[in-house]
């Protein structure tokens, strides 16, 4: 019996890792995180809870992180961010246990739905992206949460962007985005990050760590 | 003239992104590192003088970063995070560029060294990631920069273990460490995370975003 669990445990931690899961739909999606915060649940043998941060979790600069889709199993450690929005950038409803989430926890939700489309035929909306950066670059709305499906492509092109605002050569803000986008990081995408023109929003305060206090 | 620059260029890019860098000198990689700055400063149309950050910078904290070891390139993008100190984990003498960097900006320098041993020879020293872990830790030395050779090993295990000490899953801790590391991800280092002791250190101020204001 304790086998068995050990190697069901082994096979779904190497399925959560997995970078082949473009194509898995909302619910098994579910079904992975959960699974992931069992195994969470059960390493922690003190008896403290332990944190599962959303796929893909990384901050981004002084009060505002990005991600992957967040699951029930995200909240506990969503909350002990005090998050004061959240920047969705998937088209889909927000499902509803994470809309029952935010009223619980006065998070404001800006919805700036992209199509998630694969290559060839991505077409990012060069407007969707420029006004998510404005309510991105507003401190006001911080602690602010930005996250797509997978935290790779849109969440990736949102950062980038900002990364050319805070004046980064396009070599580090390549780097970046290859760093979360691994295996799927897409040539388009790039291309998107290289021509998006940054003059219209250079009136905003964006140099890199520009709301820290020291 | 135009076309021979530009695939000079290219290949410059290519191989500074390149993964199978582990086995370059330190003159080599300045090298490396000022043709970056170099495409940077060709990049920028505009005048604005563009920013380069250090190999595998990133944001791990409120005043805590990330990365490779920083190079004169890198050093206009480090002043503007107005750092107060620098973690090195190389054992090798501070390069005097740097060090006259570091004087120049008052800031100070904590080094512990650690071998950067390639596999099967690691032998991470408990004792030394404890005590780079409470200079870490303490909101003192912030804004601070933790830094090894490339950001990835040395530096993967000192973020993974603040990690287990933000009692962070896992799970997320090495889907932290491999983002960094990526092809060059050691067994031994998530290893040496897993079983890390962190009892003594409980007693640290150390959640997720335990320095922030809000």
New interface residues.
């Given amino acids: 019996m304790k086998i068995e669990m050990s190697d069901e445990k082994k096979k779904l931690?190497e399925e959560?890792?997995s970078e082949s899961d473009d194509e898995r739909d909302g619910e098994e999606l579910i079904k992975y995180y959960s699974a992931?915060?069992e195994?969470?649940a059960g390493?922690?043998a003190g008896g403290?809870?332990?944190?599962?941060?959303p796929?893909?979790?990384?901050?981004?600069?002084?009060?505002i992180f990005r991600s992957g889709y967040p699951d029930t199993a995200n909240f506990g450690?969503l909350q002990?961010?005090?998050l004061?929005s959240i920047l969705c950038l998937c088209p889909e409803p927000y499902p509803e246990a994470n809309a029952e989430f935010l009223r619980a926890n006065g998070i404001r939700l800006f919805q700036f739905g992209i199509d998630g489309c694969k290559e060839p035929f991505v077409n990012i909306p060069d407007d969707t992206i420029r006004e998510a950066l404005k309510v991105v670059l507003d401190t006001r709305n911080?602690?602010l949460l930005i996250h797509c499906k997978r935290g790779k492509h849109r969440t990736g092109c949102v950062v980038g962007c900002l990364r050319k605002l805070?004046?980064?050569?396009?070599?580090?803000v390549?780097?970046?985005y290859?760093?979360?986008a691994?295996a799927k990081a897409r040539v388009s995408d790039q291309r998107f990050m290289e021509r998006f023109d940054i003059s219209s929003l250079k009136h905003l305060p964006a140099?890199?760590?520009f709301s820290?206090?020291?």
Same sequence: chains 1, 2.
């Fill in positions: 931690e959560i890792q992931a915060s195994i969470a390493n922690n403290e809870e332990l944190f599962v941060p796929l893909n979790f990384a901050m981004v600069d002084n009060g450690f002990s961010l005090r004061r911080h602690p805070q004046r980064w050569c396009l070599s580090s390549f780097d970046e290859q760093r979360f691994a140099s890199f760590s820290q206090g020291h």
